[in-house]
Structures are given as C-alpha cells and as structure tokens.
C-alpha cells in the first residue's frame, strides 16, 4: 500500500531524515501563501494514485515563483491532473542546487530488506553506479556503502556531506525495519556541501 | 547444530547401495574409489538383485537391515525411483548420513520424489546430501564418493582448502584442477539439489573442523538466507571464504533456474551480502584458484607496501602497474636498506622499487636482496619474479627463495611462467608452500585479496 506523501514525510521527520518543506494547498491562494511562508521559489506537484510517474505523466511544475506565475501554474496542472481524478496539490518550496542521489529499498525473498544508494537524476540508467546492502547496516556498512560508489567523489564533496549521508543511510536502514516497509523511494535527495534534503518520497509498506 | 556431519566426512563404516560388479556402473565405481583411496573403515557393498557373490572381495547384501552393524554413511546410487525405499530402510537400520549420489529428483521437475525422500530423512534423522550431487570427499579420511574414476579425475592430496560445490561438474572440474596446486585438499562436498542438508549446514561444519583454514565456494542460491547471513558472520571472521556465485548476470540466472533447480536469487541481492559479510569474490574459475592459493599458505599482510625484486626489468615494470591497478603501492625502501643493499649488489642494479637484479641474478645476488629486503620496516609484502630462461636463474634461486618463504612472516609470491623447466621450478616452490602465479595480475589481485580481507577482520564497527 502506497503511503500518502505527508504521511510518509512524517514517518522521515520522526527518523530525523530532512526532507523538503511541502504541503497541500487547496487553490491558488494557499498555494501562493505557501510560496511566501517558505520564500522564494515553489515547485507544484498533482498526486495521484493513478499515476505513479509523476514527472512522466506531466504532474510536477517546477521553479515558479511570484503570484501571477503561481496562479498559472496552479491552473495548468490542475487542468493536467483532471484525468488521474482523485488527486491532490502538492506544493514543495524549490531543493537548492546540489548532487542528486537516490536512496531506495527493497524487500528481498532470500535475504529481506535491502538498501540501496546510487548516484541519481539523469546518471542512474547511464551509469548504473550504485551500491546495496542487507538491513539493518552498521556505520561500517554505510562508510563502505559510499566509498563503494564510482561517483564517491561527486556524491561527497566534502567530510561533512559524506557524514550527513552516512548517518541518513543507517536511519533509513532503521525505518525500514522497523516499519516494514516493503519498496521505497527516496528519489532525488539533494546533496548539498552542508548537507541534503529528500525531494521526493515513495514509501509502499 | 541442525544437523551433525561428522559421521558422513569421518564415517567409520560405509554401505554403498547400487554397489555393482559391472565396471560401468556408478555404484561400481564409487565401491572401487573406495577401496583405491585406502579407505580403513568397514565396507557394506548393497545390491537388491544381488546372490551370494562377491563384489571385488567383499560380501554384498541386499539391503542395509541384512547388515546388521552400525553404519556411519550410505553412498546411494541407484535410479531416482527406488531412492525413498532404500532411504526408509537405511532410516530402519539406523544408518546415521546419506549421501544421493542420484539424479532425477527436482533439476528435472520430480519435486514430489524429493519431497519424499527429504520427508523420509526427516522421520529418521538422517543428514542427507544431494540427490544429484557428487558427494563428498576427503583425504585424509579416505572418503571418497565420487562415481568420477581416478584416471579420468586426479585426486587433490591433503591440506587445508575446503571446497564446497553446488554444482557438480563445476566441482570435478576445480577438483581436478586442484590436484595440480600445490596447496591441498580438506573436505569436498559437492551438495547439489540441497534438498536438505544445505549450505549453512555445511559452512556450520566447516566453521568446525580443524583442517579447514580456507572454503572454496561455489553456489548457485541459498535456501536460507538470513541463517546464510548468520552463519556467514561467524565463519568469515574466522576463515576466508572465497565464492563464485554462477548466474550473477541476467542471463546466467536464467540457465541457473534449469540447473540444479535453484533459483537464482537476485544477483544484487547476493553481491550485497558477499561484501557485507566478508566473503571473498572471485569473478572466474582461475580466481577462485589464485586466491585459495595465497589464503591457504600466506599471513594476512599488515599494510599495502609492496617490494618488487625482479631479474626481468619488464616484468617488473608490469608487475607495479598491476600493483597500482589493484589499489596497492610500491614500497618506499628504507633509508638503511638502500645503503646496505648498495653495498651487496652490482653497481648495475639500480636500488629502487622495482627492484631489478637484472638477467645475470644468481642465487647469491637473490640472497642478498632478499636478506635486506625482507626486513624493511617499510615493506609488508613481497612479490618475488624469477624468471627461469635468465642465465643466473636455476634450482639454487628457487630453493633461496623457499629458504626466505619459511622464514619471514611477510606474504610472499612469486610470478614465474615459461615452459617445462620453469613448471618444475613452480612445482619445487608450490609443494614447499611458496605461491607461484604466472602473470602479475594473478599475484597482485590475491595480493589485494589478502588486505582486503585483513581490512575486513580488523574492522571497527
């Protein structure tokens, strides 16, 4: 069963995994009071659970920012999102620039909960750089879990980001244990020099 | 323990059902490696249909409960349909270890027929190998149940590499190849369709038995895989497991699934745990070899810094791309052993890293670099070339470089390739527990081995 975005955000926040400030806005009016609460620049999202793809079916807006452009926004998407009814508005304030990285889960027949982290955006199927380990993984696993990466050096560009990752890899090892969660997706985590956040969530438990 | 396999690697007494007097016959041929092995224990040769005769001298019986004796391990060969029987008896008997040598069970889709058999086993406690496997194996028990003759497949001597085998045909041609090494055999077990003994009770047993100091794996899937995971923890740290998963790709996991009836497990899935339980990949056959090789004779190095001592200055070259290629390096020599080493070796020998003794190098000259060598602080293992076509390299260089091998507690290699008179050197250094390789990829990728696995034991979690 798909967890429901906020819901699923939640369960990251309880682990102290950072993700991106979102929330559901209704109309044009929340989205655009959400726009000036988190500052600056908003991406809009149209979630359904008839599309599992958002970007693919056309349902993510991103970088839109001043209430005329917000206003446009808001109703092209919802004019998009019409044919996946039921859906929801998402708004999410704009991830800073960074390295995309996906961190994901699996559930394995053999062996159980599987972790995965690998270099993301437009270089996972090119690339295919990525590494996997059975949960529950100590610190050692998740040192070697990076340092296993080809893209080590873009993924970590300094100590400080390689420790953020490392500390969320063993929180996010921990919270799918211990809320058997069978697939998820965190796809992208932007990671930046002082840290990361997770642009997007799927969690199926 | 689950289950105990002791009495079936150490049996003191064996019944060989579809024991043959027809020299064709598995059951002919497994009776025979018996009695060729020097196998000591008590023979019970088992033929339904058999009369009073004899099979090579010893009495047949038509069934293990006509025995009436202890027996330790039954060796089944017969066909597939009339396996349940001869187990239920052997249950009845009291029989302690089964090894099915049969096929014709699940790897052709006859899973009600192993389901049977596995039931049977259950019900008298019996610890069954296979069906359709070659069994086991062991020289220094003299257990040997391969239905595989000795001419066509050489016999490994005793040692300390244990080499566990899903597969068969992979396992007689590794076996076959072992025998050429010159490190030694512990216990083979090949266990096939696992239908119930199983990996983790093997790797349980071997975690156990002292004369194993390296496995030598190779599967197909496990059927437990979190007890896999358990017991891979214990075992790992305590002994190198070298592995060789077949269908690590897509299409190899396909021709997996009509193999031994296993399923290949997703091959992520396996990698993953490989690396993070300390097993020790090998990505083909000839790994599988280099690396039991340096595990099964060499200390675990204490750093990456590698002394190369060559007399051929292009294998020498080679040989430090190769160690930088694995992600070792090049020894920096100490300061005192550049001033020594100046003074012992012909001005011609530049005293660097590699160092190269050039094409004239005797006996003496070997002797005087690795005397130094050997003991640099800055040093932590060695790779030794010696190349046999050189005018100064002979049987006096190979016994110098034995001599230095027993002596230091330093991994140490050497590369040396060439024809006859070179293998005779390779097998003078083999047999006295010096590994030899004949490329430099061989020797430093086992190298990389080595510190990798040292790098995993000494891990801080």
């Given at each position: 069963m798909l967890l429901e975005y906020m819901n699923a955000k939640k369960l990251l926040d309880r682990y102290g995994i950072s993700s991106i400030e979102s929330a559901y806005v209704k109309d044009t009016e929340s989205a655009i009071e959400f726009s000036s609460k988190v500052g600056g620049a908003i991406a809009l999202k149209a979630i359904s659970?008839?599309?599992?793809h958002k970007s693919k079916a056309g349902l993510v807006m991103l970088n839109i920012s001043g209430s005329e452009s917000i206003r446009k926004a808001f109703g092209e998407l919802s004019k998009r999102a019409h044919a996946y009814a039921p859906y929801k508005i998402l708004a999410q304030k704009m991830a800073g620039s960074g390295i995309e990285v996906i961190i994901g889960g699996r559930e394995d027949q053999q062996f159980g909960k599987l972790l995965l982290i690998g270099l993301g955006g437009i270089f996972v199927e090119s690339f295919r750089d990525f590494a996997v380990r059975v949960c529950p993984i100590t610190r050692y696993d998740a040192v070697e879990m990076i340092r296993q990466l080809k893209s080590k050096d873009i993924v970590t560009y300094n100590g400080k980001a390689e420790n953020e990752l490392t500390s969320m890899l063993m929180k996010v090892s921990r919270m799918i244990e211990e809320n058997s969660i069978s697939e998820l997706d965190l796809n992208p985590v932007i990671v930046r020099e002082d840290g990361y956040d997770v642009v997007d969530i799927r969690i199926i438990k | 323990m689950r289950m105990d396999l002791k009495p079936m690697m150490n049996p003191k007494s064996v019944a060989i059902i579809?024991?043959?007097?027809?020299?064709?016959k598995v059951g002919h041929i497994i009776l025979q490696n018996y009695i060729d092995a020097g196998y000591s224990g008590a023979l019970y040769p088992i033929n339904r249909?058999?009369?009073?005769e004899t099979i090579v001298g010893l009495k047949v019986y038509k069934?293990?409960?006509?025995?009436?004796k202890s027996i330790d391990l039954a060796v089944i060969s017969i066909p597939a349909p009339a396996v349940p029987d001869a187990l239920e008896e052997c249950g009845k008997a009291g029989v302690k270890t089964a090894v099915v040598?049969?096929?014709?069970?699940a790897e052709i889709g006859e899973v009600a027929l192993q389901d049977k058999i596995v039931e049977i086993a259950k019900k008298y406690n019996i610890a069954m190998l296979g069906p359709n496997c070659l069994g086991i194996m062991d020289p220094s028990s003299r257990v040997d149940t391969l239905f595989l003759p000795t001419y066509k497949l050489s016999r490994p001597k005793s040692g300390n590499v244990s080499f566990v085998s899903q597969s068969g045909a992979v396992g007689s041609t590794v076996l076959d190849l072992i025998a050429k090494e010159g490190f030694g055999l512990a216990k083979f077990i090949s266990y096939g369709n696992?239908?119930?003994?199983?990996e983790v009770d093997i790797l349980e047993y071997l975690l156990h038995?002292?004369?194993?100091?390296v496995i030598v794996m190779y599967i197909e899937?496990?059927?437990?895989g979190k007890e896999f995971i358990e017991i891979a923890k214990k075992i790992t740290k305590v002994k190198p497991v070298i592995i060789i998963k077949g269908g690590m790709t897509d299409a190899g996991a396909a021709a997996a699934h009509s193999h031994t009836?296993?399923?290949?497990?997703?091959s992520q899935a396996y990698e993953a745990v490989f690396r993070q339980f300390g097993f020790i990949i090998a990505k083909d056959l000839s790994e599988l070899l280099y690396f039991a090789k340096a595990f099964s004779t060499e200390p675990l190095p204490l750093g990456k810094r590698v002394a190369i001592i060559t007399n051929g200055g292009g294998t020498g070259v080679l040989t430090a791309d190769s160690v930088y290629l694995e992600g070792l390096e090049l020894a920096d020599f100490s300061e005192n052993t550049k001033v020594a080493l100046r003074k012992v070796l012909?001005?011609?020998?530049?005293?660097?890293?590699?160092?190269d003794l050039a094409g004239d190098a005797d006996e003496v000259r070997y002797d005087n670099a690795l005397s130094l060598v050997t003991n640099d602080?800055?040093?932590d293992m060695l790779i030794v070339i010696a190349l046999?076509?050189?005018?100064?390299?002979d049987s006096t260089v190979a016994s110098k470089l034995i001599y230095y091998k027993k002596k230091i507690s330093k991994p140490m290699v050497v590369i040396t390739a060439g024809s006859d008179y070179t293998q005779t050197h390779k097998t003078m250094m083999e047999s006295s527990g010096l590994p030899v390789y004949d490329s430099p990829m061989a020797a430093t990728s086992s190298l990389t081995k080595l510190l990798k696995y040292k790098e995993y034991i000494d891990r801080d979690l």
């Open positions: 659970e008839k599309a599992l | 579809g024991a043959s007097r027809d020299p064709d249909n058999a009369g009073s069934s293990v409960l006509e025995v009436k040598v049969s096929g014709g069970f696992a239908a119930y003994v199983d038995d002292k004369e194993t100091r899937g496990v059927k437990r009836a296993s399923l290949a497990g997703n012909p001005s011609l020998v530049n005293i660097r890293n590699p160092l602080p800055n040093v046999f076509q050189t005018p100064g390299a």
